[in-house]
Every structure is written in C-alpha cells, then in structure tokens.
C-alpha cells in the first residue's frame, strides 16, 4: 500500500491504455486542477473518483486506493435507487472518451 499518491503507477497504467491524465479527470468527473492537487498530494480522491479512476483503468477500486495512499476510500456498494444516476455519470464519461478519441484520431 503506497503512504502517498503513486504518480508513476497512474501514469504507467494511463500510458497502457494510451489515455491522458485530462481523460482520467474527466472520467472521473474531476478538474485537470484536480487531478493535479491529487498527483501532488494535495487532495484525496473521493470514493466516487477512486470507483471512475478503477472503471478507466480497468483494475479494482482497492488497487486505486493502494496507490492513492492510506486514507484514499475504497466505494461501497451503490444502493440501487441510484442506478439511474450511475448509468447518466457512466454514459457522460463515454461521452468525453468518445471526443477525445476522435481528436486524437487522424484525418
């Protein structure tokens, strides 16, 4: 378990998925400012963002709060009257890969 924000791990994991540490804020619902502080130790990651940041990069949310230091939280199971809002915040993350993709496509 990392004592402090694992900025290599996170951006080696972004690099195998050939995603942008902009991607990752958006995902997550979080400001590139944000995600800074958090890099840099300066914020914690909220449940919610641990479960976006483990969705994005395709590991378990106890593997995000290992390398987002002790105190990060691990989500809870989501109680189902808020499926809906879990599928709208999921649909508007594909959304932001979706045009990032398509900027970083060719022609």
Same mark, same amino acid.
């Given at each position: ?9 996170? +951006? !080696? !994991? ?5 995603? /942008? ?12 400012? #944000? ?5 840099? +130790?300066?914020? #914690?990651l909220?449940? =919610?963002?641990?479960?976006?940041? !483990? #969705? ?14 002790? /105190?990060?939280?691990a989500? $809870?199971?989501?109680?189902? !009257? +808020?499926?809906?809002? =879990?599928? #709208?915040?999921?649909? $508007? ?6 045009a ?8």
């Amino acid at each position: 378990m990392a004592l402090f924000f694992d900025a290599a791990w996170f +951006d !080696a !994991a972004l690099a195998e998925r050939g995603l /942008s540490r902009a991607v990752l804020a958006a995902a997550a619902g979080m400001s590139e400012a #944000e995600l800074a502080l958090a890099y840099k +130790d300066q914020r #914690e990651l909220s449940a =919610r963002e641990v479960a976006a940041f !483990a #969705e994005i990069l395709g590991v378990s949310a106890a593997e995000v709060a290992d390398h987002a230091g002790i /105190s990060t939280p691990a989500p $809870r199971a989501e109680p189902a !009257a +808020d499926a809906l809002a =879990r599928l #709208e915040s999921l649909e $508007r993350r594909v959304a932001v890969l979706e045009a990032e993709l398509a900027r970083l496509r060719p022609g």
